[in-house]
């Protein structure tokens, strides 16, 4: 137990030492990205996504984003805008014909919804995945 506390901890503080105050007082971090952790589009329509850094999910980032489906003859299938507070995805249907996912935030920033504070990406997140 202890030692599961102890690596959430490093793991922590590591994400707080590579986000880089500016000289305006504004806090940025570049290497964030999305990610998908699990995806069923097709079976179930549902996708669950986070905001992550180095392959390691941060919960408690938030931004609000679209999420494209895309078939096999590019055609753009599903546009859907979701505010970022949940990142498990559930589609009215699966869509069997999907396969491409886009993922594209809708500002260069992300929130830290624990203190409310923004931090800037440099250019919006996003997502592109095809799928098998």
């Given at each position: 137990?202890y030692?599961?506390l102890?690596?959430i ?9 590579s986000?880089t105050q ?5 806090w ?7 990610k998908i952790s699990?995806?069923?589009?097709r079976e179930?329509?549902s ?10 999910c ?5 931004v609000?984003?679209t ?7 590019g055609?753009?299938i599903?546009n859907?805008?979701?505010t ?6 559930e ?10 996912i886009l993922v594209?935030?809708?500002a260069?920033?992300v929130?830290?919804k624990?203190?409310g ?14 799928l098998?």
């Amino acid at each position: 137990m202890y030692k599961c506390l102890f690596y959430i901890f490093i793991l922590s503080g590591f994400n707080l030492f590579s986000q880089t105050q500016l000289e305006n007082g504004e806090w940025e971090d570049k290497y964030l990205s999305f990610k998908i952790s699990q995806e069923s589009i097709r079976e179930k329509g549902s996708i669950n996504l986070c905001i992550s850094k180095d392959s390691i999910c941060i919960e408690n980032l938030i931004v609000g984003f679209t999420v494209r489906l895309i078939d096999s003859k590019g055609v753009q299938i599903s546009n859907s805008l979701w505010t970022g507070k949940n990142m498990e995805i559930e589609f009215k249907k699966a869509f069997p014909e999907a396969i491409e996912i886009l993922v594209e935030a809708g500002a260069p920033f992300v929130i830290n919804k624990i203190t409310g504070t923004r931090i800037s990406t440099g250019k919006p997140l996003s997502l592109r995945k095809y799928l098998k």
